[in-house]
């Protein structure tokens, strides 16, 4: 698994793990320290994008109802892919995907192409 995803896991695991804690008693300050230390991992993974690495496509770009019916396009293709449509001064996007790395991207790039042949791979947040 990626480095950035188990980072990421264990970060949740420790807020879990550090709020059942507070639940029933206060922390040490050991426990303390290292939620600061996760807290700021956090905040240096999001400020570089590393938790927001994930590459989508992006099928359409335009008016809200031809974004719409571009989406029941794609889930009529029943490919079981996540779309989602999203504004961006001045069209509005449909995106599709959470694929971790370009090849997952190119794959499903090929599998949709007949259907949306100006496809783009995207990476949102860079």
Sequence with gaps: MPKNFNVLALIIFFFTATFNQFAQSKLTSTELSKVDELINKKHELESNYELKSTYKIQIFSGALEKAKENQQTLEAMDLKLTSKIVYQTPNYKVWIGSFRNRIQADRVKEL????????????PGK
């Design 112 to 123: 949709i192409r007949s259907e949306y042949p100006n496809a783009l791979i995207i990476k």
